[in-house]
């Protein structure tokens, strides 16, 4: 079996910094709001909008609402999209998409389009990792690091514990 190398790209330290430096960047945009809703792309998405929710709630007294969406990242027609809120809720509402790494846009363009059929006041995009390779029309709004990677590679954050790390193999 071949094992591929793997290079750390984003310590535990550095993706607390980072994530710090969004939820600042959050409050600049949005700090004459009373709330915002922070969306979790299920899995290590959902980790990374409640590590940024944490942070967020240590700089501002913004009231963060979180909740979860969950698609199917490779075929996201095959399978219903679920929000763990009903849709309604996010009307008139600034809502920030969250995931851990852009590659495609795939997964954060059709959880934004599902999302944008509540009539948002804002949709904006929220990602650990951007690798610039897109095939669809759309983009991170906040950035935690941009990586050019060749097509071949790919960017993984993972969990060990209550630590997190990002590696590209």
Do not use: C
């Not at 007294?61 to 929000?83: G, M, R, W």
């Not at 390779?133 to 590679?153: C, Q, W």
Request: charged share 30%.
């Amino acid at each position: 079996m071949e094992t591929k190398e793997r290079t750390q790209i984003l310590d535990a330290w550095e993706i607390e910094q980072t994530v710090r430096r969004i939820a600042h960047q959050i409050l600049e945009d949005y700090y004459k709001e009373k709330s915002l809703y922070f969306v979790g792309v299920k899995g290590i998405g959902s980790n990374m909008a409640k590590l940024l929710q944490k942070e967020f709630a240590k700089i501002s007294e913004i009231e963060v609402i979180y909740t979860e969406i969950a698609l199917n990242k490779d075929k996201p027609l095959a399978e219903s999209i679920d929000l763990k809120r009903e849709l309604s809720e996010f009307k008139n509402k600034h809502v920030l998409l969250i995931d851990d790494v852009l590659n495609s846009g795939r997964t954060l363009i059709y959880a934004a389009a599902h999302l944008l059929d509540s009539a948002p006041k804002s949709l904006r995009t929220v990602v650990l990792v951007d690798r610039t390779h897109r095939k669809f029309p759309i983009r991170a709004d906040y950035v935690g690091m941009t990586l050019s990677t060749n097509l071949k590679e790919h960017v993984a954050v993972e969990k060990e514990g209550r630590k997190y790390a990002a590696y590209l193999q």
